[in-house]
């Protein structure tokens, strides 16, 4: 009877094993929700935290290029590069938020929440940043100003110049040398007074760097009308010439003031100088600390599984 009993016991022996494995792995896969065992889960957290890192920097760094670029094209590109970065960071913040919530250590959940904040501000900040930088729009008013604005300008100052030299030529001082030199002289501080607006970030100094052009304006305006009212020059091409250079200049100029007003560029290199590398710093501290306490989690498991051992 006894032998009967151990054959049957022997004979049972093996489902009897096959069923507490199975039963202990549905049990361990229960445990962790997450697909992972917990050192796989520090190796992923330790992972994810270390790319984050790194497209954080590559982000930072593109924002930056974008914002100093010179022209549209490379603003354009660098955006895009920094949006890119940017969205990788979100993935990854989204994936160890998932395996973190799901754990027990307290603060790498403190942790993640307070990046979560930051990171909100980053990217806030970061996408105002992104959206005046391609606008470039102090470097275009830069570029009117400097080459539009001084073609009229050199136009102007070659038609009134024949009309002055005719003048002399001809030994007649029939007025129309002073109010030339009139109109020349508020025309070029029109123009010379194109680089500090578009400098300026101010709107109250901006203002009154209008109130000056406007000024000027009126001066350069009279000084044409006393050419236009001089007989000698009735009809004369030259002077046609010169009132239609001023006409697009002054045109070009109402462009240079409403592209500098916008102040994009200024604008998005005081941020990114300012607000946005405190918050870049910020978000950087976080993950280094958060880095540093998921391996310091990950070798305190290893060491207390060692112990139990």
């Known amino acids: 009877m006894e032998q009967k009993t151990k054959r049957r016991l022997f004979a049972i022996l093996p489902w009897v094993i096959t069923l507490t494995v199975l039963g202990a792995?549905?049990?361990?896969g229960s445990l962790y929700?997450?697909?992972?065992?917990?050192?796989?889960?520090?190796?992923?957290?330790?992972?994810?935290?270390?790319?984050?890192r790194i497209k954080l920097l590559e982000a930072i760094e593109a924002e930056k290029n974008a914002v100093l670029a010179i022209t549209d094209e490379e603003s354009g590109a660098f955006a895009v590069k920094a949006r890119q970065a940017t969205d990788h960071v979100e993935k990854n913040r989204k994936e160890i938020e998932s395996i973190i919530q799901q754990g027990k250590y307290s603060k790498e959940i403190e942790l993640v929440n307070e990046f979560n904040i930051c990171?909100?501000?980053?990217?806030?900040?970061d996408e105002t940043i992104l959206s005046l930088a391609v606008?470039?729009?102090?470097?275009?008013?830069?570029?009117?100003?400097?080459?539009?604005?001084?073609?009229?300008?050199a136009r102007f100052e070659e038609s009134l110049n024949r009309i002055i030299q005719r003048d002399n030529k001809d030994n007649q001082c029939n007025g129309t040398i002073m109010p030339a030199y009139e109109a020349l002289t508020a025309s070029f501080k029109i123009f010379a007074l194109h680089k500090p607006h578009i400098e300026e970030a101010d709107d109250k100094q901006m203002d009154k760097i209008e109130q000056s052009i406007k000024s000027y304006d009126g001066s350069a305006k009279k000084a044409l009308n006393t050419l236009s009212g001089i007989a000698a020059l009735r009809d004369n091409p030259d002077l046609k010439s010169a009132q239609t250079a001023y006409d697009r200049f002054l045109k070009l100029t109402s462009e240079v003031l409403r592209l500098s007003r916008l102040n994009t560029n200024i604008k998005s290199a005081e941020l990114s100088l300012g607000k946005k590398r405190?918050?870049?710093?910020?978000c950087q501290e976080i993950l280094t600390t958060l880095q540093g306490t998921v391996q310091a989690q990950g070798n305190y498991s290893l060491l207390r599984l060692k112990k139990g051992k």
């Open 135 to 153: 606008q470039n729009t102090n470097l275009k008013a830069q570029k009117i100003s400097s080459t539009e604005c001084a073609q009229e300008m």
């Open 25 to 28: 792995f549905t049990l361990y």
């Open 278 to 282: 405190l918050i870049s710093s910020q």
């Open 33 to 52: 929700k997450a697909g992972y065992n917990p050192f796989e889960n520090q190796s992923i957290k330790s992972d994810l935290v270390s790319t984050m």
């Open 119 to 125: 990171w909100s501000q980053y990217r806030k900040l």
